[in-house]
């Protein structure tokens, strides 16, 4: 039976190894190599913005907003959004994406960056950021750097490093 509705609530500390686990489950060893890894390296995700997709009681899926600093604004890494094998392609990931920009945006953030394929993330609200006005301190390819504006929010420029909590 393929499941189209989902319980997802904000992560707790316990699940940490279960969204470990499925991290590397998903993105093997090498994630922790990738740029958006490395940048919210020492820099904890915010817990009023990562959720957990449950499955009865298995975690299916998480995603976790970290602070981060776009020249001198306040912005936020989304990352990583990750869904077990078991349960891809049936909205869990959708689902959690809208439950974390819908947070960000009621509490009042105004960028989400990410790394990611634009016709996935754009029904969210997400845009190519234009060439060379973010930069990160990576490799990255240009076409899948994008931001989400919410609350009024400007296009952001400079360059990314990870942000207070």
Known sequence: MKQTAWVVRLEEAT??????????????????????????????????????GMAGSRIAGSIRLSPILIGKSDALLLGP??????????????????SAIDAAAAAGDKAVLLVGDAPYYSP??????????????????????????????????GAVHGGEV
């Open 15 to 52: 699940d940490n190894t279960a969204i470990e686990n499925l991290q590397a489950e998903a993105f093997g060893p090498g994630r922790f190599a990738r740029t958006a890894f490395r940048i919210r390296e020492n820099v904890p995700h915010r817990p009023d913005l990562s959720f957990v």
């Open 81 to 98: 959004l990750t869904v077990a094998p078991d349960f891809k392609n049936r909205g869990l990931g959708k689902a959690l994406m809208q």
């Open 124 to 157: 969210f609200g997400f845009q190519q950021v234009p060439f060379g006005q973010i930069t990160l301190p990576g490799p990255v390819d240009p076409e899948r750097l994008l931001i989400a504006l919410m609350n009024d929010g400007a296009m952001l420029s």
